[in-house]
């Protein structure tokens, strides 16, 4: 895990929402209608979801998830057509360590 990597993909307010969405995401979004009901990526929320709480177009928010993930702060999964984010706790715990250890 690169600090530096995170600490970019936080340099942006829309992503750090995001984040903050996937926390709580039976909150802050409707149901995945198109997630398999046997599915276990729960807490997975559709890019198109992210997109419209957004207002941003699907395709920046798909570039900032794919950041995020490859900082390793999101986790995805893809079905059909579909592509589902969930933030990625253990991630961002080992980043909250590292950024402790640093400090």
């Given amino acids: 895990m690169d600090t530096l990597s995170?600490?970019?993909?936080?340099?942006?307010e829309t992503r750090i929402r995001i984040l903050e969405w996937l926390k709580e995401p039976e909150r802050h979004f409707g149901p995945q209608s198109h997630m398999?009901?046997?599915?276990?990526?729960?807490?997975?929320?559709c890019v198109g979801a992210i997109a419209d709480k957004s207002g941003l177009a699907q395709s920046v928010i798909s570039g900032y998830l794919v950041k995020m993930?490859?900082?390793g702060l999101l986790e995805?999964?893809?079905?059909?057509q579909w592509?589902?984010?969930?933030r990625d706790e253990d991630g961002i715990r080992?980043?909250?360590a590292q950024l402790q250890d640093r400090l």
Avoid: V
């Fill in 6 to 12: 995170i600490i970019k993909a936080l340099s942006n």
């Fill in 36 to 45: 398999p009901a046997d599915c276990d990526f729960q807490g997975g929320i």
């Fill in 69 to 71: 993930q490859r900082a």
């Fill in 76 to 80: 995805s999964r893809r079905h059909c």
């Fill in 83 to 86: 592509t589902y984010y969930r």
């Fill in 94 to 96: 080992q980043f909250i």
